[in-house]
Nanobody, 122 residues
Framework: QVQLVESGGGLVQAGGSLRLSCAASGRTFSTYAMGWFRQAPGKEREFVAAISWGGGTTYYEDSVKGRFTISRDSAKATVYLQMNSLKPEDTAVYYC???????????????WGQGTQVTVSS
């Protein structure tokens, strides 16, 4: 089993930055690909970013390219999402996830965190 705990969400002005963290426990962290999804009220959960277990390959949803950066620190069993130039449309609950490969499809991941709220005001 893998447990994932997100942190770092909050309220920020448009154009500002936040860094989300996701701490993993229960398994060898380096063997898992990691990702971030988000879900706004009344909308479907959507892919944001993913990273391979070795950290050498990353994927991003088009609307966050150039603004968000996913990274991981295997020694600390933690994955990060650095979010810059935030927009009101980025407002959502952000979920950390882990699975065998850094794919874009929600049902391919095995474990999920509880989510952390990100609110961007205009």
């Amino acid at each position: 089993q893998v447990q994932l705990v997100e942190s770092g969400g909050g309220l920020v002005q448009a154009g500002g930055s936040l860094r989300l963290s996701c701490a993993a426990s229960g398994r060898t962290f380096s063997t898992y690909a990691m990702g971030w999804f988000r879900q706004a009220p009344g909308k479907e959960r959507e892919f944001v970013a993913a990273i391979s277990w070795g950290g050498g390959t990353t994927y991003y949803e088009d609307s966050v390219k150039g603004r968000f950066t996913i990274s991981r620190d295997s020694a600390k069993a933690t994955v990060y999402l650095q979010m810059n130039s935030l927009k009101p449309e980025d407002t959502a609950v952000y979920y950390c996830t882990a699975g065998p490969r850094p794919v874009r499809t929600r049902d391919a991941y095995n474990y999920w965190g509880q989510g952390t709220q990100v609110t961007v005001s205009s």
